[in-house]
């Protein structure tokens, strides 16, 4: 059985996840709505279908094809069926037995506690030999990088089709509604949630891909 999840495994995670981001004011699971997500997110993520390529490409070679989606919104369930044409769209009861799971820009919306405990949690339902994926958004190493890094992010945005006031409320988000955090403090969490065999998978400007393998 394999798992594609956006949050995390269990409806458990689900609701501690939920709570943790309705506590933070002004917070949102994320900028956009189901519906529009897919056309949005491609506005406003560099590279974003290298994600799914990097996951799926892993998958192939371990000659995995079949997959079940999970998501806390039941809006996505609907809309995961278009993602890709080998996923399943089921809603999941049994937990603790998967063989792949994925979060995919979940993360830098919670505290660095909740994040160590989500990343804990998904790998503790994982199989032996199992594999976690988590793609992220992630932070420059110094406020001069930030400056570079969000600017060229902004431009990114105004050229594929945002108006500018609406590329400048995004990236005004940055440390007040998500958190970025860096590549080595994303080891570092992954680490802390028990994850040992941690890889970099792929990396932008603004975002990486980190494999995590449990033994």
Known sequence: MF?????CESKKAYREIS???????????????AEEYDKKIRQTLPYYEDFYKQILDILSVMGKNDAVWLDISKNRFQKAG???????????????K???????????????????????NCYQALKKGGIFFSFENIAPNSEK????????????QIANGKDPAEADAHIRRYGTEYFPITVN???????????????????????AGFMGIKE
């Open 145 to 156: 990088g930030k400056q570079i890094v969000l600017q060229r992010w902004q431009n990114y």
């Open 3 to 7: 798992c594609f999840v956006k949050f």
């Open 19 to 33: 709570s943790t981001i309705r506590r933070r004011d002004k917070m949102k699971h994320t900028a956009f709505k």
């Open 185 to 207: 403090a994303h080891f570092e969490t992954m680490q802390k949630g028990g994850v040992q065999n941690v890889e970099l998978i792929w990396m932008s400007y603004m975002q």
């Open 82 to 96: 278009n993602r890709f044409e080998q996923t399943a769209v089921q809603e999941i009861e049994e937990y603790e």
């Open 98 to 120: 998967y063989d792949v799971i994925t979060a995919v820009q979940v993360n830098h919306y919670l505290s660095e506690k909740d994040r160590e405990s989500a990343v804990k």
